[in-house]
């Protein structure tokens, strides 16, 4: 029992890593903006990280009610939790690709609607738009490694994420402002697919070698 007890303790601590570290990553920018740029510059950037937060939403929530079936599905084993999340992936994708569009092609309006002090704001939604599409795709490939029981490393690469999210930002957002801060973004999210992808990938080729079959 104390043996169950201590996995189980493992397993939530890595979960709460895991998500510590992808709420750190979303709000780093944003702490470091008022420091390192200016208070101006920051309150502007968040007012457009609330727009991309909130289109972001029906997406988040289609793989939050999917997230425990994707569990059942990759406790099966890893390829089987993948032909789910494949399932998903056009959803995901295509939402993420829409809403990155529309905020795009939206955020020309802002200045209309709330002023011409907005101008800004609607620049910067223009180079955070395609968050939506590259967080969608992130989320989903975690909870799948989640679901296959790789949560573990899915916490240090997220970890690490964050980590060159911050460097990024502490070298980029004095020079740069904003942009350095969108950028710093933009390129982590980029790296944290790409690596998210290779574990799998990695994690794929293990069980083939190892001469498993799932259902």
């Known amino acids: 029992a104390w043996r169950d007890l201590g ?32 208070a101006a510059a920051a309150g502007l950037y968040s007012a457009a ?5 909130f289109s972001q939403t029906p997406m988040i929530a289609l793989l939050t009610s999917h997230f425990a079936e994707l569990c059942r599905q990759g406790q099966k ?13 056009p959803w995901v994708v295509g939402y993420g690709s829409l809403a990155a569009l529309g905020v795009a092609l939206g955020s020309y309006g802002i200045p209309w609607v709330l002023g011409s002090a907005y101008q800004e704001t609607a620049l910067i939604l223009r180079w955070l738009s395609p968050v939506i599409l590259l967080e969608g795709i992130h989320l989903l490939l975690s909870h799948l490694l989640t679901g296959a029981g790789l949560q573990k490393p899915r916490s240090r690469l997220q970890l690490l994420a964050l980590g060159l999210n911050g460097l990024l930002n502490a070298v980029w957002i004095p020079r740069w402002g904003w942009q350095g801060a969108a950028l710093a973004t933009l390129l982590s999210e980029i790296a944290l697919v790409l690596a998210l992808l290779v574990l799998i990938g990695g994690q794929w080729r293990s069980w083939e070698r190892s001469g498993l079959t799932g259902p």
């Open 7 to 38: 996995e189980r303790l493992a397993a939530g601590w890595d979960f709460a890593v895991g998500l510590a570290a992808a709420k750190t990553f979303t709000d780093l920018d944003k702490l470091l903006l008022p420091r390192l740029a200016s």
């Open 49 to 53: 990280y609330r727009v991309i937060n």
């Open 77 to 89: 084993s890893l390829p089987q939790g993948c032909r789910y999340a494949w399932q998903l992936f």
